[in-house]
Nanobody
Framework: QVRLVESGGGLVQPGGSLRLSCAAS???????MGWFRQAPGKEREFVAG????????YYADSVKGRFTISRDNAVKMVFLQMNSLKPEDTAVYFC??????????????WGQGTQVTVTS
């Protein structure tokens, strides 16, 4: 079992930055990790993913060059640095864990989500 808790969401102006954090608790952290988001009335979509080792990362085209996913296995945390934020980035952001890195929302474990709102 893995428990995931996100933090770092908030209200930011277009062009601003936020850093999301995801803290994992459990016996092991040997999971690939992903960030997903869900806007009102829309399906949950993949944002970024990182392998257990951190050597492999993937990004949705909509966030490439603006968002960076990273992890610190020593403290069981995953981060999403979000720069140059746009209003269309507004959504609830979820952290998720899975046995392997996949780009679909078929992850084994999910956090509760953190709201990100980009507005002027």
């Amino acid at each position: 079992q893995v428990r995931l808790v996100e933090s770092g969401g908030g209200l930011v102006q277009p062009g601003g930055s936020l850093r999301l954090s995801c803290a994992a608790s459990g016996r092991t952290f040997s999971y690939a990790m992903g960030w997903f988001r869900q806007a009102p009335g829309k399906e949950r979509e993949f944002v970024a993913g990182i392998s257990w080792s951190g050597r492999s990362t993937y990004y949705a085209d909509s966030v490439k060059g603006r968002f960076t996913i990273s992890r610190d296995n020593a403290v069981k945390m995953v981060f999403l640095q979000m720069n140059s934020l746009k209003p269309e980035d507004t959504a609830v952001y979820f952290c998720a864990a899975h046995t392997q890195l996949i780009l679909t929302p078929d992850y084994d474990y999910w956090g509760q989500g953190t709201q990100v709102t980009v507005t002027s």
